[in-house]
Protein backbone atom coordinates (compact mmCIF):
# COMPACT_ATOMS: atom_id res chain seq x y z
CA UNK A 1 0.00 0.00 0.00
CA UNK A 2 1.15 3.55 -0.78
CA UNK A 3 2.53 5.49 1.95
CA UNK A 4 -0.08 8.24 1.01
CA UNK A 5 -2.61 6.44 2.02
CA UNK A 6 -3.61 6.56 5.99
CA UNK A 7 -4.35 3.46 7.39
CA UNK A 8 -7.93 2.28 7.68
CA UNK A 9 -9.15 3.38 11.34
CA UNK A 10 -9.66 0.61 13.62
CA UNK A 11 -13.32 0.27 14.74
CA UNK A 12 -14.19 -0.23 18.05
CA UNK A 13 -15.68 -3.41 17.46
CA UNK A 14 -12.38 -4.50 15.87
CA UNK A 15 -10.50 -3.28 19.08
CA UNK A 16 -13.10 -5.54 21.12
CA UNK A 17 -12.43 -8.81 18.77
CA UNK A 18 -8.56 -8.18 19.14
CA UNK A 19 -8.65 -7.85 22.65
CA UNK A 20 -10.65 -10.94 22.54
CA UNK A 21 -8.19 -12.79 20.30
CA UNK A 22 -5.29 -12.08 22.85
CA UNK A 23 -6.73 -12.65 25.80
CA UNK A 24 -8.68 -16.03 24.76
CA UNK A 25 -5.12 -17.08 23.69
CA UNK A 26 -3.07 -16.47 26.70
CA UNK A 27 -5.50 -17.55 29.36
CA UNK A 28 -8.30 -19.72 27.71
CA UNK A 29 -11.78 -18.81 26.43
CA UNK A 30 -13.39 -19.79 30.00
CA UNK A 31 -10.02 -18.11 31.51
CA UNK A 32 -11.83 -14.31 30.35
CA UNK A 33 -14.58 -12.40 31.24
CA UNK A 34 -16.43 -9.79 29.47
CA UNK A 35 -15.14 -7.22 32.27
CA UNK A 36 -11.64 -8.11 31.46
CA UNK A 37 -12.36 -7.65 27.53
CA UNK A 38 -14.33 -4.76 28.23
CA UNK A 39 -11.45 -2.97 30.70
CA UNK A 40 -8.65 -4.05 27.51
CA UNK A 41 -10.58 -1.50 25.28
CA UNK A 42 -11.43 1.08 27.93
CA UNK A 43 -14.91 -0.08 28.00
CA UNK A 44 -17.48 -1.28 30.88
CA UNK A 45 -18.02 -5.12 30.46
CA UNK A 46 -21.71 -4.05 29.96
CA UNK A 47 -21.02 -1.97 27.34
CA UNK A 48 -19.52 -4.47 25.44
CA UNK A 49 -23.45 -6.27 25.06
CA UNK A 50 -23.57 -3.20 22.39
CA UNK A 51 -21.39 -4.53 19.97
CA UNK A 52 -21.96 -8.49 20.51
CA UNK A 53 -24.31 -10.80 22.45
CA UNK A 54 -21.50 -12.08 24.38
CA UNK A 55 -18.42 -14.23 24.50
CA UNK A 56 -19.55 -17.19 22.07
CA UNK A 57 -20.69 -14.32 20.13
CA UNK A 58 -16.85 -12.91 19.69
CA UNK A 59 -15.30 -16.49 19.06
CA UNK A 60 -17.58 -16.74 16.44
CA UNK A 61 -17.13 -13.98 14.72
CA UNK A 62 -13.27 -14.29 15.30
CA UNK A 63 -12.80 -18.05 13.59
CA UNK A 64 -16.13 -17.94 11.09
CA UNK A 65 -14.13 -13.95 10.28
CA UNK A 66 -10.51 -15.35 9.69
CA UNK A 67 -11.65 -18.29 7.70
CA UNK A 68 -13.49 -15.88 5.91
CA UNK A 69 -10.81 -13.50 5.21
CA UNK A 70 -8.35 -16.03 4.24
CA UNK A 71 -10.27 -17.39 1.66
CA UNK A 72 -11.34 -14.21 0.23
CA UNK A 73 -7.86 -13.13 -0.29
CA UNK A 74 -6.53 -16.12 -1.52
CA UNK A 75 -9.40 -16.25 -3.80
CA UNK A 76 -8.47 -12.49 -5.23
CA UNK A 77 -4.49 -13.21 -4.87
CA UNK A 78 -5.45 -16.26 -7.12
CA UNK A 79 -7.72 -13.93 -9.76
CA UNK A 80 -4.49 -11.45 -10.22
CA UNK A 81 -2.09 -14.38 -10.53
CA UNK A 82 -3.34 -14.45 -14.46
CA UNK A 83 -2.09 -17.77 -16.18
CA UNK A 84 1.25 -17.19 -14.46
CA UNK A 85 0.79 -20.54 -11.71
CA UNK A 86 3.80 -19.83 -9.69
CA UNK A 87 3.16 -16.58 -8.96
CA UNK A 88 -0.20 -16.66 -7.69
CA UNK A 89 1.37 -19.49 -5.54
CA UNK A 90 4.09 -16.94 -4.36
CA UNK A 91 1.55 -15.04 -3.53
CA UNK A 92 -0.90 -17.07 -1.48
CA UNK A 93 2.20 -18.06 0.30
CA UNK A 94 2.83 -14.55 1.17
CA UNK A 95 -0.61 -13.75 2.34
CA UNK A 96 -0.98 -16.92 4.47
CA UNK A 97 2.63 -15.92 5.89
CA UNK A 98 0.99 -11.75 6.75
CA UNK A 99 -1.76 -14.12 8.61
CA UNK A 100 0.38 -16.01 10.72
CA UNK A 101 2.97 -13.12 11.76
CA UNK A 102 0.23 -10.89 12.33
CA UNK A 103 -2.52 -12.86 14.08
CA UNK A 104 -0.69 -15.26 15.67
CA UNK A 105 -2.87 -15.26 18.89
CA UNK A 106 -5.98 -16.46 15.88
CA UNK A 107 -3.96 -19.52 15.38
CA UNK A 108 -3.89 -20.15 19.03
CA UNK A 109 -7.82 -19.96 19.43
CA UNK A 110 -8.32 -21.77 16.59
CA UNK A 111 -6.56 -24.64 17.64
CA UNK A 112 -7.81 -24.29 21.47
CA UNK A 113 -11.65 -23.46 20.82
CA UNK A 114 -12.99 -24.38 17.86
CA UNK A 115 -14.96 -27.15 19.33
CA UNK A 116 -16.93 -24.60 21.47
CA UNK A 117 -18.48 -22.88 18.48
CA UNK A 118 -22.03 -23.92 17.87
CA UNK A 119 -22.43 -26.35 15.76
CA UNK A 120 -23.71 -24.48 12.38
CA UNK A 121 -21.07 -21.97 12.82
CA UNK A 122 -18.04 -25.02 13.50
CA UNK A 123 -19.62 -26.04 9.89
CA UNK A 124 -19.15 -22.94 8.16
CA UNK A 125 -15.81 -22.81 9.57
CA UNK A 126 -14.94 -26.13 8.43
CA UNK A 127 -16.49 -25.23 4.75
CA UNK A 128 -14.51 -21.99 4.31
CA UNK A 129 -11.52 -23.79 5.18
CA UNK A 130 -12.00 -26.84 2.63
CA UNK A 131 -12.36 -24.23 -0.41
CA UNK A 132 -9.36 -22.55 1.35
CA UNK A 133 -7.51 -25.41 0.75
CA UNK A 134 -8.73 -26.77 -2.60
CA UNK A 135 -7.75 -23.45 -3.85
CA UNK A 136 -4.21 -24.09 -2.90
CA UNK A 137 -4.38 -27.94 -4.18
CA UNK A 138 -5.37 -26.59 -8.35
CA UNK A 139 -2.51 -24.17 -7.94
CA UNK A 140 -0.10 -26.50 -6.47
CA UNK A 141 -0.83 -29.05 -9.27
CA UNK A 142 -0.35 -26.05 -11.83
CA UNK A 143 3.09 -25.36 -10.73
CA UNK A 144 3.70 -29.12 -10.25
CA UNK A 145 1.97 -30.94 -13.08
CA UNK A 146 3.14 -34.41 -12.10
CA UNK A 147 1.76 -33.99 -8.84
CA UNK A 148 -0.98 -36.40 -7.73
CA UNK A 149 -4.27 -34.82 -5.99
CA UNK A 150 -3.29 -36.14 -2.62
CA UNK A 151 -0.37 -35.33 -2.77
CA UNK A 152 -0.96 -32.12 -3.25
CA UNK A 153 -3.11 -31.56 -0.77
CA UNK A 154 -1.20 -33.52 1.89
CA UNK A 155 1.53 -30.66 1.37
CA UNK A 156 -0.71 -27.88 1.41
CA UNK A 157 -1.68 -29.43 4.67
CA UNK A 158 1.87 -29.73 6.04
CA UNK A 159 2.93 -26.16 4.45
CA UNK A 160 -0.21 -24.29 6.49
CA UNK A 161 1.17 -26.82 9.50
CA UNK A 162 4.60 -24.93 8.91
CA UNK A 163 3.71 -21.30 8.88
CA UNK A 164 1.25 -21.86 11.21
CA UNK A 165 3.51 -22.68 14.03
CA UNK A 166 4.46 -19.11 14.47
CA UNK A 167 2.20 -19.06 17.64
CA UNK A 168 4.92 -21.51 19.03
CA UNK A 169 7.95 -19.33 18.45
CA UNK A 170 6.55 -16.98 20.45
CA UNK A 171 9.27 -16.21 23.55
CA UNK A 172 11.57 -12.80 23.24
CA UNK A 173 14.03 -13.16 20.52
CA UNK A 174 12.76 -16.16 19.05
CA UNK A 175 11.98 -14.98 15.99
CA UNK A 176 14.48 -12.97 13.97
CA UNK A 177 12.75 -9.66 12.47
CA UNK A 178 9.73 -9.66 10.58
CA UNK A 179 11.29 -9.17 6.81
CA UNK A 180 13.46 -11.98 7.70
CA UNK A 181 11.08 -14.52 8.86
CA UNK A 182 8.81 -13.94 6.41
CA UNK A 183 11.29 -14.45 3.85
CA UNK A 184 12.36 -18.02 5.82
CA UNK A 185 9.04 -18.91 5.93
CA UNK A 186 8.20 -18.52 2.19
CA UNK A 187 11.57 -20.54 1.40
CA UNK A 188 10.91 -22.99 3.75
CA UNK A 189 6.92 -23.26 2.06
CA UNK A 190 8.40 -23.23 -1.29
CA UNK A 191 10.80 -26.00 -0.57
CA UNK A 192 8.19 -28.24 0.97
CA UNK A 193 6.08 -27.99 -2.51
CA UNK A 194 8.94 -28.40 -4.75
CA UNK A 195 9.43 -31.64 -2.72
CA UNK A 196 6.36 -33.05 -4.54
CA UNK A 197 7.66 -33.35 -7.58
CA UNK A 198 10.71 -35.60 -6.20
CA UNK A 199 10.90 -38.82 -8.17
CA UNK A 200 8.61 -41.29 -5.94
CA UNK A 201 10.81 -44.22 -6.21
CA UNK A 202 13.37 -41.65 -4.83
CA UNK A 203 11.57 -40.34 -1.68
CA UNK A 204 8.31 -42.27 -1.34
CA UNK A 205 4.77 -40.82 -1.62
CA UNK A 206 3.08 -38.44 0.14
CA UNK A 207 -0.31 -40.02 -0.73
CA UNK A 208 -2.71 -40.48 1.51
CA UNK A 209 -5.79 -38.50 3.15
CA UNK A 210 -4.44 -35.04 5.21
CA UNK A 211 -7.22 -33.78 6.98
CA UNK A 212 -6.20 -33.06 10.59
CA UNK A 213 -5.67 -30.01 12.59
CA UNK A 214 -2.77 -28.48 10.94
CA UNK A 215 -4.29 -26.01 8.43
CA UNK A 216 -6.97 -21.70 9.59
CA UNK A 217 -6.61 -20.49 10.81
CA UNK A 218 -3.61 -26.30 11.74
CA UNK A 219 -7.62 -25.67 10.11
CA UNK A 220 -6.37 -22.27 11.14
CA UNK A 221 -3.32 -23.83 12.36
CA UNK A 222 -4.48 -25.37 9.09
CA UNK A 223 -7.65 -25.91 7.64
CA UNK A 224 -8.85 -28.63 9.09
CA UNK A 225 -10.57 -31.67 7.43
CA UNK A 226 -9.70 -30.76 4.24
CA UNK A 227 -8.31 -27.80 6.01
CA UNK A 228 -6.60 -24.59 9.74
CA UNK A 229 -5.89 -24.52 7.81
CA UNK A 230 -7.46 -21.68 10.76
CA UNK A 231 -6.75 -23.65 9.37
Known amino acids: MSSTHAPAATSRREQILKEAARLFAERGFHGVGVDEIGAAVGISGPGLYRHFAGKDAMLAELLVGISERLLEGGRIRAASGGDRPAAVLDALIEGHIDFALDDRPLITVHDREL ?82 GVDEGASGSASGRADGGTGVPGGLSAPSGTSGQPH
Open 115 to 196: DRLREADRKRVRRLQREYVELWVQVVREVYPACTEPDARASVHAVFGLLNSTPHLSRPGALPGRAEMSALLHRLARGAFAAV
